[in-house]
């Protein structure tokens, strides 16, 4: 069974523009969530989609935003980087249950210079 | 809400000493509580969770932790350091409603 999938694995962009980052989550699965982790920080829990609807949601500005399709696919975009956005964007899957454990990409390095 | 605080962002053991990782939660429901670990330039993977039942929990690698809820603690411990556990430990709650918070960290180091 293929892991979660994120990508790009790297980006690079500036101040102003806007960024899309993918998620495939493992087969099967129906929750995808998202989290910012930066230095210091942790984990911050963006959002979590389960069967194309937002479930959860997490202490962001409206600028981040998601979706997730019908095959459980899921995008993050950011609109109107700042620096401060640069951060590794994790996802995690699974079959949307409270007690079962996540399952993690490696995640998405966003540098905004 | 929920939340986490794992105390202390920087542990630092030598090779086969005891290891003890703090966690402390708030929660206004019975948590389900995670610990998980992430290698460098790897995405986090799970070492071990507490859902029901026994308070003592044992994972992966030899680690295992104890739900105390009259502390609101999930402390992760180790007898034995090895070097490969040097790593990034999180510790995680999360509630029926499937919201799932994450401690800041703390990064384990082991001195040989």
């Known amino acids: 069974k293929a892991g979660v999938t994120q990508t790009p694995r790297y980006l690079i962009k500036t101040r102003g523009q806007q960024v899309t980052l993918s998620c495939s989550p493992i087969?099967?699965?129906?929750?995808v969530s998202w989290y910012q982790q930066t230095p210091g920080q942790g984990l911050q829990f963006l959002f979590e989609?389960?069967?194309?609807?937002?479930?959860n949601k997490g202490n962001f500005p409206g600028r981040f935003s998601g979706r997730q399709f019908s095959n459980s696919r899921s995008e993050m975009n950011v609109s109107t980087l700042e620096l401060g956005d640069s951060a590794l964007y994790l996802c995690?899957?699974?079959?949307?249950?409270?007690?079962?454990?996540?399952?993690f990409g490696s995640g998405t390095q966003l540098s905004v210079l | 809400a929920q939340s986490v605080t794992q105390l202390g962002s920087h542990v630092s053991v030598s090779e086969g000493a005891l290891v003890l990782l703090r966690c402390n939660y708030s929660s206004s429901v019975p948590p389900y509580l995670f610990w998980y670990v992430q290698y460098p330039n790897q995405g986090l993977q799970l070492l071990l969770k507490y859902t029901t039942g026994a308070t003592l929990v044992k994972g992966i690698n030899g680690f295992e932790a104890e739900f105390k809820k009259s502390e609101t603690s999930f402390h992760l411990t180790k007898p034995s350091a090895h070097m490969s556990d040097a790593a990034e430990y999180f510790c995680?709650?999360?509630?029926?409603?499937?919201?799932?918070?994450f401690g800041a960290g703390t990064r384990l180091t082991v001195k040989p």
């Open positions: 995690a899957s699974s079959q949307g249950q409270p007690e079962e454990k996540l399952f």
């Open positions: 995680a709650v999360r509630n029926n409603n499937n919201d799932m918070r």
């Open positions: 989609y389960f069967s194309e609807t937002q479930r």
């Open positions: 087969s099967g699965h129906r929750s």
